[in-house]
């Protein structure tokens, strides 16, 4: 059975940063791609970025470049997403979700991690 | 970008009910389309992919279709386990992006 696990809420200041982590069981961790979607209170879903646990590369949303730094430790199946300057309207849930590869669709996806950013 | 526009934002609507969000996208995208659920607290679970394959495990009430721009998602008898948000994604060269979403809540 698949699971995606992420690590726990986070309060952080503004202009700080933030790792929200994402550890993977049940499957082949690198054969996936593991995206991040974040959803800010009362509001829709956002997609923000993709890695790819094989090669490492990533890419991502245009309002994220800068910011969003994506990295992987294959050996404990484990996805990480790092968001810098953060800002009040960063306030959101994270989740990670793991990527269908033929249909581009996110077929499992982590609890969530909720990051507030308040001074 | 691809923007994807859902239709209505807010449904109500009773148990046995059929009932149908639109979702549209601001260019074709083919059949690369999906839908979630989301339920208050939790996080989303994908329902269909492919614009109208349903995912293991999901009731057959649930059904998509269409093409290109304009995609539906359609719950043939609305059960008291349905009322929840819904969200169509579309997927285009390496990004994704999701519908607003439809609230469809109890009438």
């Known amino acids: 059975q698949i699971h995606l696990v992420q690590s726990g809420a986070e309060v952080k200041k503004p202009g700080a940063s933030v790792k929200v982590s994402c550890k993977a069981s049940?499957?082949?961790?690198?054969?996936?791609?593991i995206h991040w979607v974040r959803q800010a209170p009362g509001h829709g879903l956002e997609w923000m970025a993709w890695?790819?646990?094989?090669?490492?590369?990533?890419n991502l949303a245009l309002k994220f470049q800068g910011r969003v730094t994506m990295t992987r430790d294959t050996s404990i199946s484990t996805a990480y997403m790092e968001l810098s300057g953060l800002a009040s309207d960063d306030t959101a849930v994270y989740y990670c979700?793991?990527?269908?590869?033929?249909?581009?669709?996110?077929?499992?996806w982590g609890q969530g991690t909720l990051v507030t950013v308040s001074s | 970008d691809i923007q994807m526009t859902q239709s209505p934002s807010t449904l109500s609507a009773s148990v046995g009910d059929r009932v149908t969000i639109t979702c549209r996208a601001s260019?074709?995208?083919?059949?690369?389309l999906a839908w979630y659920q989301q339920k208050p607290g939790k996080a989303p679970e994908a329902l269909i992919y492919?614009?109208?394959t349903l995912k293991s495990g999901v009731p057959s009430r649930f059904s998509g279709s269409g093409s290109g721009t304009e995609f539906t998602l359609t719950i043939s008898s609305l059960q008291s386990d349905d009322f929840a948000t819904y969200y169509c994604?579309?997927?285009?060269?390496?990004?994704?992006?999701f519908g607003q979403g439809t609230k469809v809540e109890i009438k």
């Open positions: 979700a793991r990527g269908e590869k033929l249909w581009f669709y996110f077929d499992s």
């Open positions: 049940g499957y082949t961790f690198s054969a996936y791609y």
């Open positions: 890695i790819n646990p094989n090669s490492g590369g990533t």
């Open positions: 260019q074709s995208i083919g059949n690369w």
């Open positions: 492919r614009t109208s």
């Open positions: 994604q579309q997927y285009n060269t390496h990004l994704w992006t």
